[in-house]
């Protein structure tokens, strides 16, 4: 798992060549044992083991459907855990400037810092050392952030500062579940079976076409390209930071945008 995992990293299209290379490499094995079963009077067991084999498929294609419905739910689930972190921190940052406060305008200030941070923690590739220190960054501007909010709590508790810590604590937490987001994905087991019910079932395919002596090569190797294409999708959803399936980060930068207006106080209205 390992090796595939770093040939993955390195390039998705180089793992999507090795995994259809197996493929037809077990599809001729199963051919080659077929051709022999055949030659020693196999033929009549063609028709049984067609029956098998389509089974087999048919069950690796539902698998593939599961799998491919559990990678894009863990998809959608950090594409909306960025717009929901996003609009945390754009609330806690109101809020921060609207209070009454000296400390309201530096929680201001550190929450900017902070959605910068966040845009870059999801922006990231496949670094893992640079993942930790973006957290470790995360983690220690939370600490100050909420030394402040301690701070206007105890010397001003109302209705406003609590609802300033509401604020800066969902921003908090929706970090905390971005995070789970980003370290899930598709379990070892499932990958494994993945990968050996497809090599079992283009065996197969290869052992029932040469019982019959038939060579359909080129349908074969549509077959496991399309095998192939359903695969490495469900690995590209399923993982955060390869592929070209990646969380987008603008969402973050809308945010920046509009911190950079200010807290704009209009005048009072004239009386009319």
Known sequence: MTVLAAIANWSVFAFAVLLWFVQMLAHEAG?????HRRARGGEVQAEGVGIVVGGMLGLLAFVLALTLSFANSRFSE????????ANAIGTAWLRA?????????EMARLLEEYTTLRRDYVREGRDPTVVDELNQRTNALQSIIWGHMAAIVREQPNVVSTSLM???NDAFDQATAERFAYNLRLP???FWLLIGMTLLGMGALGFQLGLTGRRVHILVAFLSI??????????DLA??????????????????????GGLQIPPVPAPK
């Not at 400037?97 to 305008?105: E, F, K, L, N, W």
């Not at 399309?226 to 690995?235: A, K, P, R, Y």
């Not at 993982?239 to 950079?260: E, H, M, N």
């Open 31 to 35: 051919y080659w044992f077929g051709s």
């Open 78 to 85: 950090r594409v909306e855990g960025t717009l929901n972190e």
């Open 97 to 105: 400037q609207a209070i009454s406060h000296v400390r309201g305008p």
């Open 166 to 168: 509401a604020a800066v």
């Open 188 to 190: 070892i087991p499932i």
């Open 226 to 235: 399309m095998w192939t294409v359903v695969i490495v999708d469900i690995l």
């Open 239 to 260: 993982s955060p930071r390869i592929g070209a399936f990646r969380a987008s980060a603008d969402v973050y930068d809308w945010t920046l945008q509009g911190f950079k």
